[in-house]
């Protein structure tokens, strides 16, 4: 199975602030990652696929970044509705696996 | 919009069948280009993919989890089910339904809320 590494496992940050969560494949994974978000209470989130496409909905602030085996999941300008937990996943190769997740806080 | 909403005990014996379904409302399941799957989190883990169904009925299931999954789809009701034999303390799990967008990628564009399956006598 493909290992998806992600860091850190958790992050506090201030609005306003740039969030970076980085997610690394044990392999060579093209492209094919996605991110999702994850609020207390709430249905699980896609934000990006295919490593950079943003999906529909989601506020211009997120962008995803990389290919291969790096990958980079960045908050610009981080909201007080970005509180949740984020996590990556590889759609390379079944079975399809994910990262640990990152829990965000504000500072 | 299409939403999923889990159903199903929330507490299943050691040695028996956990049996779950996922009911789709807003949309019909026999939307072509849509996979349907089940996800689980163990507490203090990461989210672990159990496997999915097409409307048609192919499947593909985990390797870690194959011989003891099943999952089906009833396009009659619009829900497709999990069931997961033989179950332990292992399996104590939130476990999510999900849609599998095929596009040139392939990942979840929709998930419902989840619901915590416990194992215990």
């Known amino acids: 199975d493909i290992q998806m590494t992600q860091s850190p496992s958790s992050l506090s940050a201030s609005v306003g602030d740039r969030v970076t969560i980085t997610c690394r494949a044990s392999q060579d994974i093209l492209n094919n990652l996605n991110w999702y978000q994850k609020k207390v209470g709430e249905a699980p989130k896609a934000l990006i696929y295919g490593a950079s496409n943003l999906e529909s909905g989601v506020p211009s602030r997120f962008r995803g970044s990389g290919s291969g085996t790096d990958f980079t999941l960045t908050i610009n300008s981080l909201q007080p509705e970005d509180i949740a937990s984020y996590f990556c996943?590889?759609?390379?190769?079944?079975?399809?696996?994910f990262g640990q997740g990152t829990k965000l806080e504000i500072k | 919009q299409v939403q999923l909403q889990e159903s199903g005990p929330g507490l299943v014996k050691p040695s028996q069948t956990l049996s779950l379904t996922c009911n789709v409302s807003?949309?019909?399941?026999?939307?072509?280009?849509?996979?349907w799957s089940w996800i689980r989190h163990h507490p203090g883990k990461g989210l672990e993919w159990i496997g999915y169904i097409y409307n048609s009925g192919t499947t593909y299931y985990s390797p870690s989890l194959k011989s003891r999954v099943s999952i089906s789809v009833d396009t009659s009701k619009n829900q497709f089910s999990l069931n997961l034999s033989s179950v332990t303390a292992a399996d104590t799990a939130v476990y999510y339904c999900?849609?599998?967008?095929?596009?040139?990628?392939?990942?979840?564009?929709?998930w419902g809320r989840g619901t915590l399956v416990t194992v215990s006598s």
């Open positions: 996943q590889q759609s390379q190769t079944t079975p399809w696996t």
């Open positions: 807003g949309g019909s399941i026999s939307s072509g280009g849509y996979y």
């Open positions: 999900a849609r599998v967008r095929r596009l040139i990628y392939w990942y979840f564009d929709l």
